[in-house]
């Protein structure tokens, strides 16, 4: 059976950089949230003042994003039949791996807490061979190299007209296919990520969010491979979910 | 053009309960943000041990669900190209009719903020004529007599079997088809109200969350719509999104 692959990509998810640890309004947030400022991740809702000098600062600090999307891919039945694998790969080249029977937190303040966790610890829960959440320094060509996909395909504003029903038809014939969709909430991926790809898809006239799209592209998906019709067809299992 | 209608209802959305507002955790809470209890949205992630006395407490207190559900729907190409009309239906009744134009905040925090205005003022922004968002007491049924939908289709846990595409087929052939969809966590809906839709139906044999039964039936409707294909050949003009 075809496995999808699908990789948030320079996701906008970082603990708060050395550089800003020190602007008053970022040591006032941590002292609230009684953390040290570089256990906290960036978050453009509360530390807009202080990214006003980062580079790329319409990139990064949106957390929610990634909560959204992962939200939506790990509730899908194609995710909940077994048809999926999830990684988030950050804005600074680091490759979160998720165990797809994770169960996140739906309050986004838990989220972030839990990825403030990861980010500090390398997975989560801490102590356990089998975590539902590892983080490791890999890039996304690194990535790449590791799962060794049949065909993988971008999603982007800028490449060839694709119909989301025409992708799903290339991905659902391949072995192992991949789906690089951005994890960012403004502008374009980075040339070297770019070029990783076999086909650069652009699915509609205007940027979409990335739980948007990447919610149609499975369920595209879905329909190709008859997730629904064979579920139905399976004897009734009770599913316990694993909670983080 | 067939205009979607989208009703989620019976949404776990409300100011916390007269009936609990006095407990210690709920005023300790209060405080900490600064505001009187009866203008802060009940949240089981906050409020857990003082609900544990409500009525149905397993259906309430989850503000995530009609955030996430809102963005997804605000964001697909049927809602940006004109062919979705949201409603929220409260669980005590209360009705949020939503302009399709409203760009939502993305933090959490952010909308729950907003909800409570909305709740205590009426409507979002407070003084205009023409709001993004209003909420008016309504219920289910006098929501659908006024919107006269040509047919109704509510998504629940113990319906007939359908395929997302086939419910797609049957709202693309309506004039004015509405869809009903849980904003609840568990349970199922009131006798009162599955009662008013013409089909009662199931997509999957395991309950799903509500941004997933949502987003897979708009992007079926959007598929039997060709709305891409129409998108694709439209002069591409700057749109402006209303941030609320």
Do not use: C
């Not at 600062?57 to 909560?67: A, E, L, M, S, V």
């Amino acid at each position: 059976m075809t496995h999808l692959q699908i990789i948030i990509a320079e996701a906008a998810l970082e603990l708060i950089p050395k550089q800003i640890r020190k602007h008053p309004s970022i040591i006032k947030y941590a002292k609230k949230r009684g953390k040290n400022p570089k256990e906290i991740l960036l978050d453009a809702s509360y530390h807009h003042h202080a990214m006003k000098k980062l580079e790329e600062k319409w990139k990064r600090g949106r957390p929610d994003i990634t909560h959204i999307t992962l939200l939506h891919i790990l509730g899908t039945p194609a995710n909940l039949e077994g048809y999926i694998q999830t990684y988030v790969h950050t804005i600074n080249d680091k490759v979160i791996y998720i165990n797809p029977q994770t169960r996140l937190p739906r309050n986004y303040l838990r989220f972030t807490g839990l990825i403030e966790q990861l980010f500090i610890k390398g997975q989560v829960p801490p102590k356990t061979e089998k975590p539902l959440l590892k983080i490791q320094k890999q890039t996304l060509e690194q990535l790449l190299n590791k799962i060794k996909p049949t065909k993988t395909i971008i999603l982007t504003t800028n490449g060839q007209k694709y119909t989301p029903w025409k992708i799903a038809k290339i991905l659902a014939n391949e072995q192992k296919p991949a789906l690089i969709i951005g994890g960012f909430p403004h502008g374009t991926f980075k040339q070297q990520n770019l070029k990783l790809a076999d086909i650069k898809a652009t699915i509609y006239p205007k940027p979409l969010e990335t739980w948007t799209v990447t919610a149609l592209i499975i369920h595209a998906y879905e329909k190709e491979m008859k997730i629904y019709e064979k579920a139905w067809k399976k004897p009734q299992n009770f599913q316990l979910n694993s909670q983080v």
